[in-house]
């Protein structure tokens, strides 16, 4: 690894699902990304201009860009596993 | 705005506020536009009109009705809209700029989307709210938001997330066209028509017989009414185009002004006037009649009297007519160059009879012509049935007679059962037709027109041989003999053989006259000698009465000189007889 993980959660207001993503991206980037990621926080209704840039229509949404390629994953990040894919942090197993 | 808003509600029926779309004929058919401020679903099979639909919806609004309209794309990319949409002439980079439109497309890859548990749409909101917000805008076109399907797994949150987003739509006021991909059993393939309760349109397109045909119906509309029936409709250069075509009622105005047919023969034949103005003519015959050519000449009557004359030509191509006609000595080029005189040339398996028309409608509405010209409607049989054909005419028809515009159908008949059945089917709606038949005797063919009907004219009931000269088009006499009608050479030899009799007998006559001049030359010699020879006689008899007067005259002197002597009543008469003595 030790390449730099540039990591974006949008957000819309301090909702339960917002809340829910953001602590379990914290624990999981401090388990397997610790010192190699950087997470900013979008929140759309303070900023909804933001929204057509990365495409984002689901929310909570947390956006990859660095490394490429960009991946999306949206929910609320429950399932780690998933999430660890979605970030090419882990290869997918099957499918 | 305001002030446009106002008309629009002023031009809306019922209790419903609407918001005229702009695409033309949906607004008559739906009696004023879509429902004010609520979404109405749009729904079609692929490659249906769906997209060009909502965008055309939201230009419109821009354009015409100063409402300003966020297109949210699902699909295409706002790059790739720009450009299919420019044929239409729609400049969405300029309305871009000038605020009056706004594109965004959301773009959904399923490769590098992962799900993990809960989310919601809220992200959807606030980018079509910041949109909506940022322009000012009344009007919104999604298209197609079930893309969302194809790229999300979770249908459960979808589905509610979508049933939210057009309550958000509602609350925002806007006036949205939602469109959704026709499959499963439904009107769309995840059911939207579920959520839109307000108004669903349904496009198609049918493949009926190799030839495609589109066609636009108002599922439903709540609270209001609307045409239910299936309406044609037409995508080309200019949009779409939707054909209403259910106001049938015979109530337009007629004209009792006549046009003159170009023939002076077969003007005098209806009634010496010609066909009214605002009527359909019907000229069938069979083939090489003169059909073409009877039309043609109609037209450039027309474009004599500088009247405009539109011509669809399903057979021919327009140079192919200019130069066929103009071995008849009709100059239509001429008409062409001044423009009173247009072609509409279009081979009838272009498209469907619906789409045709559309076309026909289209095309008269661009350029308002006096006379229309369809040349021939038989090959139209081509591409529907006998039934379809004819109520496809009679709406050409009622529509031309609305719009006070002559027309004169040409139709070929065969001696076929599904021909006769068109002119039969057509000729009960028209209200002039002229036959020409071929009269076959003497090992030639000859033309002979008939005046079948003409309502409201005194015609004439006679057959004429139809000829078709260097100059044009004439009407002659046809020859009634003992041995029957006589056309063609059977009548120039006829007329010939009559001619040549006229001579002899005229020759004839003149031979007596100078006969009789000659006995009368000689009877008036034998009256001038009788006249002399009466004359010498009177004079004779003259003579002698003149002799006997003189005789007279000197015995009756004599008498008395006797007389007195032989009184002797004086010396000197004494003297006299002593004399005598």
């Known amino acids: ?95 | 705005m305001a002030k446009s808003k106002k008309q629009l509600e002023a031009r809306s029926t019922g209790t419903i506020p609407k918001t005229l779309t702009g695409i033309s004929g949906l607004d008559e058919i739906t009696l004023g536009g879509l429902p004010s401020g609520r979404p109405t679903l749009v729904c079609g099979e692929a490659g249906s009109g769906k997209t060009l639909f909502s965008i055309e919806f939201i230009v419109k609004g821009a354009l015409d009705y100063g409402e300003p309209g966020v297109f949210m794309a699902f699909e295409e990319k706002a790059e790739e809209l720009k450009a299919n949409v420019a044929s239409l002439g729609f400049d969405l980079e300029q309305l871009e700029k000038d605020k009056k439109i706004r594109l965004d497309y959301v773009h959904i890859d399923r490769s590098e989307i992962e799900e993990t548990g809960e989310y919601d749409l809220e992200g959807l909101f606030i980018r079509l709210g910041y949109a909506i917000d940022s322009i000012g805008a009344k009007r919104v076109a999604l298209d197609t938001i079930e893309n969302l399907f194809a790229g999300l797994n979770n249908t459960a949150v979808l589905r509610a997330e979508i049933r939210r987003l057009f309550q958000f739509l509602k609350s925002k006021g806007v006036t949205a066209v939602i469109t959704g991909e026709r499959g499963g059993n439904g009107l769309t393939r995840q059911g939207l028509e579920e959520y839109v309760s307000d108004c669903v349109i349904l496009l198609d397109h049918r493949i009926i017989n190799q030839i495609s045909t589109r066609r636009l119906r108002v599922v439903k509309y709540r609270g209001s009414v609307h045409g239910t029936n299936e309406y044609p409709f037409l995508i080309d250069d200019e949009g779409i185009s939707v054909l209403p075509v259910t106001s049938l009622e015979l109530n337009h105005e007629v004209s009792s002004k006549s046009l003159s047919s170009g023939i002076p023969a077969l003007d005098k034949m209806l009634g010496n006037s010609g066909f009214f103005k605002g009527s359909s003519i019907l000229v069938s015959g069979t083939a090489g009649t003169g059909k073409t050519s009877i039309a043609a000449t109609f037209a450039n009557a027309a474009c004599l009297r500088g009247e405009k004359c539109l011509f669809f030509a399903f057979e021919e191509s327009p140079k192919q007519i200019i130069r066929n006609m103009r071995s008849i000595g009709i100059d239509l080029q001429k008409h062409l160059k001044e423009g009173t005189l247009e072609f509409y040339a279009s081979r009838p398996t272009l498209y469907g009879l619906e789409m045709h028309l559309v076309a026909i409608h289209k095309a008269i509405k661009k350029s308002r012509p006096s006379v229309v010209v369809l040349d021939p409607i038989t090959n139209l049989i081509t591409i529907g049935s006998v039934s379809d054909v004819k109520t496809m005419l009679v709406r050409l028809i009622d529509f031309l007679q609305a719009e006070q515009i002559t027309v004169m159908f040409t139709a070929l008949t065969l001696n076929n059962i599904v021909n006769e059945q068109t002119d039969e089917g057509v000729s009960s709606l028209v209200d002039a037709w002229l036959l020409i038949r071929d009269i076959e005797s003497n090992g030639e063919r000859n033309r002979g027109l008939y005046i079948m009907k003409s309502r409201g004219m005194k015609h004439s009931n006679q057959i004429r041989e139809f000829v078709i000269t260097d100059k044009g088009l004439d009407l002659v006499d046809v020859y009634l003999t003992e041995d029957g009608v006589l056309t063609g050479s059977a009548r120039e030899a006829r007329m010939l053989m009559e001619q040549t009799g006229e001579v002899i007998h005229a020759q004839a006559v003149s031979r007596k006259d100078r006969e009789l001049e000659r006995k009368r030359k000689i009877l008036e010699s034998k009256i001038e000698s009788l006249r002399s020879e009466y004359e010498s006689a009177e004079e004779e008899l003259n003579k002698v009465y003149v002799e006997e007067a003189l005789k007279k005259q000197i015995m009756g002197e004599t008498i008395s000189k006797i007389a007195d002597l032989r009184r002797g009543d004086d010396g000197g008469e004494e003297k006299n007889v002593h004399k005598n003595k």
Do not use: W
Not at chain 1, 58 to 67: E, H, R, S
């Open chain 1, 1 to 95: 690894m030790g390449k730099a993980y540039e990591l974006r959660l949008y957000v819309a207001g301090k909702t339960n699902k917002s809340v829910v993503a953001l602590e379990n991206l914290k624990k999981l980037c401090e388990e397997h990304l610790k010192g190699l990621y950087s997470i900013e926080v979008i929140d759309l209704l303070e900023k909804p201009q933001l929204a057509e840039g990365d495409q984002i229509f689901a929310i909570p949404t947390l956006v990859k860009k660095v490394p490429e390629p960009v991946r999306k994953i949206i929910g609320d990040l429950s399932n780690e596993e998933k999430v660890l894919v979605g970030l090419d942090i882990r290869a997918k197993i099957k499918n």
